[in-house]
């Protein structure tokens, strides 16, 4: 039944997201030939104007579909789960999970589209779809003193997904505390996010005192020390993988609440 909830979350969005993502691509694309004709002709006005609008609503539309990804993901949790659509979605023979899940998959779904789309881009917009720039910018990195290995890279990758899950979850668990209420929901919803955003830069920051504590004992100051220090590789990845566990234990938590309710607590708008 998740794969059918799934299927209904791609076919309600799939256009807009297709169009979105069109849009993108489709103003990296006149950014480039603009800029080729503009060289060919030696310096067109009509070109070069073409050229610097088209750049910068490509980086604009970037920009602008992860915010919608954002927002969007928050509506359709709200209106699907927890307003008047509910009364017909809770109906459904299908458990809380499942409806909760397959938005949170959905979301997820998306936002690496977003980083798909992103990327292409980018490819688009420097002619290099071997993205040498990354190997350029380890280099730089490894100059510096700080040597990026697959390593450190698979886990770098690894977090960034587990903090988009982790968002994600963080969101619909204060729609789900917000609904709690019964009236200001959306403001009770605002305040929850503060509340639970605090909760995780405390505990992130605990997290990563236990670490430096842990990998420097007492010597741990000397990361304050100079400007010029450079965290040692065992460091970067003890930090990232600390960072992981702690986005995993936030996302059982935001998810156990959200289920909680969805199943037990339900108060529908």
């Given at each position: 039944?998740?794969?059918?909830?799934?299927?209904?979350?791609?076919?309600?969005?799939?256009?807009?997201?297709?169009?979105?993502?069109?849009?993108?691509?489709?103003?990296?694309?006149?950014?480039?030939?603009?800029?080729?004709?503009?060289?060919?002709?030696?310096?067109?006005?009509?070109?070069?104007?073409?050229?610097?609008?088209?750049?910068?609503?490509?980086?604009?539309?970037?920009?602008?579909?992860?915010?919608?990804?954002?927002?969007?993901?928050?509506?359709?949790?709200?209106?699907?789960?927890?307003?008047?659509?509910?009364?017909l979605m809770h109906t459904l023979p299908v458990s809380a999970a499942s409806l909760h899940f397959s938005k949170?998959?959905?979301?997820?779904?998306?936002?690496?589209?977003?980083?798909?789309?992103?990327?292409?881009?980018?490819?688009?917009?420097?002619?290099?779809?071997?993205?040498?720039?990354?190997?350029?910018?380890?280099?730089?990195?490894?100059?510096?003193?700080?040597?990026?290995?697959?390593?450190?890279?698979?886990?770098?990758?690894?977090?960034?997904?587990?903090?988009?899950?982790?968002?994600?979850?963080?969101?619909?668990?204060?729609?789900?505390?917000?609904?709690?209420?019964?009236?200001?929901?959306?403001?009770?919803?605002?305040?929850?996010?503060?509340?639970?955003?605090?909760?995780?830069?405390?505990?992130?920051?605990?997290?990563?005192?236990?670490?430096?504590?842990?990998?420097?004992?007492?010597?741990?100051?000397?990361?304050?020390?100079?400007?010029?220090?450079?965290?040692?590789?065992?460091?970067?990845?003890?930090?990232?993988?600390?960072?992981?566990?702690?986005?995993?234990?936030?996302?059982?938590?935001?998810?156990?609440?959200?289920?909680?309710?969805?199943?037990?607590?339900?108060?529908?708008?």
């Amino acid at each position: 039944m998740l794969g059918k909830l799934l299927k209904y979350e791609f076919k309600a969005q799939g256009a807009m997201y297709l169009g979105i993502y069109l849009i993108a691509l489709l103003f990296s694309v006149i950014a480039v030939a603009s800029d080729k004709i503009n060289k060919a002709l030696n310096g067109n006005p009509v070109f070069s104007t073409m050229r610097v609008f088209s750049l910068s609503a490509a980086v604009i539309a970037l920009v602008a579909i992860f915010i919608v990804t954002v927002v969007m993901c928050i509506i359709r949790y709200r209106n699907n789960l927890l307003k008047d659509e509910g009364y017909l979605m809770h109906t459904l023979p299908v458990s809380a999970a499942s409806l909760h899940f397959s938005k949170l998959i959905a979301g997820i779904i998306w936002f690496i589209g977003d980083i798909a789309v992103l990327m292409i881009s980018v490819g688009i917009l420097t002619g290099d779809f071997r993205f040498t720039w990354i190997k350029l910018f380890n280099t730089m990195l490894e100059q510096s003193g700080l040597k990026i290995d697959a390593g450190i890279a698979f886990i770098f990758v690894l977090y960034i997904l587990l903090s988009v899950i982790s968002s994600l979850s963080m969101y619909y668990a204060c729609l789900n505390l917000g609904s709690l209420s019964y009236s200001s929901k959306g403001i009770m919803a605002f305040a929850w996010y503060l509340i639970l955003y605090m909760v995780g830069q405390i505990v992130s920051v605990i997290g990563l005192v236990i670490l430096c504590i842990v990998q420097y004992g007492s010597n741990f100051a000397v990361l304050f020390q100079t400007q010029t220090y450079i965290a040692p590789k065992g460091f970067v990845m003890g930090t990232l993988v600390t960072s992981a566990i702690i986005a995993v234990i936030l996302t059982v938590a935001y998810n156990f609440a959200s289920l909680y309710i969805l199943d037990k607590k339900l108060n529908l708008e």
